[in-house]
């Protein structure tokens, strides 16, 4: 019968939820470990690392420590808060949980553009205070959305924009060598200012990296039309907070509908809490009531084809940070 790998997982979250994925894994080999000080002579023999939830030095820490390592998996699907040199310049794979996700989030980008075309925060003002104002809605057919990462996330939203008969744009580091039915057309990164003042929604779905930090900044904001909505799905650093905020109280952009932030939670007097045209998600857009069994699913998947030798999906590509 074939060895299966020990895997070590850290977690130095003290969550019932947490510990009844953990349960998941009673079928293979594996340690938990809440803090560096847990990592045993025998967790130091583990050949895959779980990053369930903990800070990257943590992550770090152990990987120095387990010379056995083979492969370590991350459930989140953001990748900054996890790389560090050793791991980046090693030849030691490391997989994410890209997609996993995608799904709710795409469901979230189509919920925030259908909450400004239909003005629903209106709605609500009107309905508490008792006032039949009638007023004009938008259709969003035809009008156009603009994907800033055309990634996993980005094409879930795609395809629900298209859907409903939006012209979609998207930016890409690489453009696919095929046609892809859901754009109308691809950018490069030095086209941004172009697709966004054709978009009269930005949905911001990159990946945090050096070429990302505050890739939509104050020039970003002049280049958008007046009435665009802007929306993070992504990671909070890639829109300069500071610059949203003057865009708003500027009046240059129509709104912003925001899962991420630069700083999480944000705090009770920041002034991104005091804007009508602004929607606030606390980073919980793909929280849905299985998110957690999905991620262990993906990664018990994962741990198969590791044991058996098979190639692993959602391989990152450590220096490029996605």
Request: some cysteine; overall charge negative; aromatic content about 8%.
């Amino acid at each position: 019968m074939q060895r299966q790998p020990l895997v070590l997982v850290l977690s130095n979250v003290p969550d019932p939820a947490v510990d009844m994925q953990l349960s998941f894994l009673a079928g293979l080999p594996h340690i938990h470990v809440q803090s560096p000080a847990d990592l045993t002579e025998e967790a130091k023999q583990a050949e895959a690392i779980l990053h369930w939830a903990g800070p990257r030095e943590m992550l770090q820490t152990a990987f120095l420590t387990c010379p056995s390592v083979r492969w370590v998996h991350s459930r989140s699907a953001g990748l900054d808060g996890v790389l560090f040199p050793e791991l980046v310049e090693s030849a030691t794979p490391l997989t994410n949980g890209s997609g996993v996700f995608s799904q709710s989030l795409g469901e979230f980008g189509l919920t925030m553009i259908l909450y400004f075309a239909k003005d629903l925060r209106r709605m609500l003002r009107n309905q508490a205070a008792c006032n039949w104002d009638q007023f004009d809605v938008e259709e969003i057919a035809g009008q156009t959305v603009g994907i800033v990462g055309y990634g996993d996330i980005g094409r879930a939203v795609a395809s629900r924009a298209h859907a409903m008969g939006m012209r979609v744009l998207a930016l890409k580091r690489h453009a696919p060598a095929s046609p892809d039915p859901l754009i109308a057309r691809f950018y490069a990164l030095s086209q941004l200012g172009e697709l966004l003042a054709l978009s009269d929604y930005v949905v911001v779905a990159a990946p945090l990296t050096r070429d990302t930090h505050h890739m939509i900044s104050d020039a970003a904001f002049e280049a958008m039309k007046l009435n665009a909505v802007v929306i993070n799905l992504g990671r909070g650093p890639v829109i300069d907070q500071a610059a949203l905020l003057r865009a708003l109280e500027a009046g240059r952009i129509k709104g912003a509908g925001l899962d991420v932030f630069e700083e999480e939670p944000i705090p009770p007097d920041d002034p991104i809490w005091r804007f009508e045209n602004v929607l606030v998600s606390p980073h919980c857009a793909d929280h849905t009531k299985d998110w957690l069994n999905d991620a262990m699913r993906f990664f018990l998947e994962q741990y198969e084809r590791f044991s058996k030798g098979e190639p692993l999906k959602n391989v990152v590509e450590k220096h490029l940070g996605y």
